[in-house]
């Protein structure tokens, strides 16, 4: 018996077809964040591992999170772009900003050998390295001879050119460890044997707000090293690069970005 002479059979047959091909196409969430021409498109490195916290990071239910993220997000928003999110080591960020394989990455202009590569935004949030110790030690200091004689622990394979002279003098003891929160969990627990932990400021006061660490720390109010955070841009797209300089710009007089920052401290 064939289907299709049935009167009744062929007439579903063809409703079947029709809704087919009037049917709009399914969109995945991964099309549907990529489904921006390139020029309203903004490929963001959200950096591997565990990211960045809290500049960029994703949280404990994988949302992305930080302050570079907030901003570059509201920029998008405000200017009508899509952000695409990848994840990549350090290593290969150069060349993929030189080539544009992504668009925007967080730097600063001193961490990398030819920043004449990329285009540059205004500063967005300083990256300081300060020197954390216990409330009862309060180490504080206006001149690196002042530091001489004690233990500072710091992050593996970071270099610091203020200090790094005096570490390899042995004038200060360096004691290296993979990250900042069990560089804060030894000032808690070896205070006779470390003096002082060498951590971004806000790097540190995230850890003080996560860990919930109460007011056990004090922050040196000199400075181990300052650089700015601003978004490295590939250079093509210029346009991208004036739409991120004016919604920052916004953001500063407004008091909105003080406000991204604060939500990141104790």
Partial sequence: MNFINHPWRRAVLLAVIALWFLAPPTVHA?????????????????????????FTYYD?????QGIMYEVLATVANRRN???????????RLDSMLATGDVDVVTLA???????????????????????????????QFKKVDELVGMTLVVRFGYHYPLLDPYFEDGLIKRQEDYSESIMLSHL?????????????ELVG?????EKRLGNQFVLSDQDVSTVWFRFAVTPERK????????VLQDLKDSGDLQAIIARYQP
């Fill in 188 to 200: 808690l627990k070896t205070p006779d044997r470390v003096d002082g932990a060498v951590i971004n």
């Fill in 81 to 91: 772009y899509q952000l695409k999110l990848m994840a990549l080591p350090r290593k």
């Fill in 239 to 246: 346009q991208l690069l004036a739409d991120i300089d004016a």
């Fill in 205 to 209: 006061l995230w850890l003080i707000k």
């Fill in 30 to 54: 991964q099309d549907a964040q990529t489904s921006a021409p390139e020029s309203r498109l903004i490929r963001f490195n959200m950096s591997d591992g565990g990211g960045f916290p809290p």
């Fill in 60 to 64: 404990e239910h994988n949302q992305p």
């Fill in 109 to 139: 202009r001193e961490w990398t050998d030819a920043p004449t590569q990329f285009l540059w935004s205004k500063p967005v949030i300083p990256h300081r390295d300060v020197i954390f110790s216990l409330r009862d030690r309060n180490l």
